[in-house]
């Protein structure tokens, strides 16, 4: 009779402790987050443990061991209706930019790094722009096609 006051106590005490959190916490040696008025962006470094979540549109890894991928173009917004290329991709002295469609007034293009600095900021008014990437570093670069202060393409450009 001891044994079963002894047990049952001790499972009515266990159900009021807990060894974990319900919300999600992280321990991490670094990381930081990166916010606009459409997205934000978490990362750390140092995790223990990875996931990848995808589902039709997207995929989503999470950790310190990722797989490689390599993404050359970044669909274009639903309300464009330019048709608009960079290539080649990836490059080394210059990039390409060539469009087969008249509406570009009003239309700019933007270098950009990873880290969101601008390196170049130009009117876009010709079917065909080359840019210089001789004076770039190696890395990944975005160029932006924006048109009223809107993105309306957007490139992932691989600088060799």
Same mark, same amino acid.
């Given at each position: 009779m001891k044994?079963?006051i002894l047990i049952?106590?001790?499972?009515?005490?266990?159900?009021?402790?807990?060894?974990?959190?319900?919300?999600?916490?992280?321990?991490?040696?670094a990381?930081?987050?990166?916010e606009?008025s459409?997205?934000?962006?978490?990362?750390?470094i140092?995790?223990?443990?990875i996931?990848?979540?995808?589902?039709?549109?997207y995929?989503?890894?999470?950790?310190f061991?990722?797989?490689?991928?390599?993404?050359t173009? @970044?669909k274009? *917004?639903?309300?464009?209706?330019i048709? $608009?290329?960079?290539?080649? +991709?990836p490059?080394?002295?210059f990039? =390409?930019?060539?469009t087969?469609?008249d509406?570009?007034?009003?239309? @700019?293009?933007? *270098?950009?790094?990873m880290?969101?600095? $601008?390196?170049?900021?130009? +009117?876009?008014?010709?079917?065909?722009? =080359?840019i210089?990437?001789?004076?770039?570093?190696e890395?990944i670069?975005?160029i932006?096609?924006?048109?009223?202060?809107?993105?309306i393409?957007?490139?992932?450009?691989?600088?060799?």
């Open positions: 044994k079963t049952a106590a001790g499972i009515f005490i266990a159900g009021f402790l807990s060894a974990q959190t319900v919300t999600p916490e992280l321990v991490s040696s990381g930081e987050y990166f606009n459409s997205y934000r962006l978490d990362w750390s140092g995790e223990p443990a996931e990848t979540y995808t589902n039709t549109s995929t989503l890894t999470q950790g061991h990722q797989n490689t991928y390599t993404v173009e @970044i274009s *917004l639903k309300f464009s209706k048709d $608009i290329t960079a290539y080649p +991709n490059a080394s002295d990039i =390409t930019i060539e087969f469609d509406m570009l007034q009003n239309t @700019i293009i933007e *270098l950009t790094d880290q969101g600095r $601008i390196f170049l900021e130009e +009117n876009y008014t010709e079917r065909k722009k =080359t210089n990437l001789l004076n770039f570093s890395g670069y975005f932006n096609v924006k048109s009223n202060g809107r993105i393409k957007s490139f992932k450009i691989i600088k060799n």
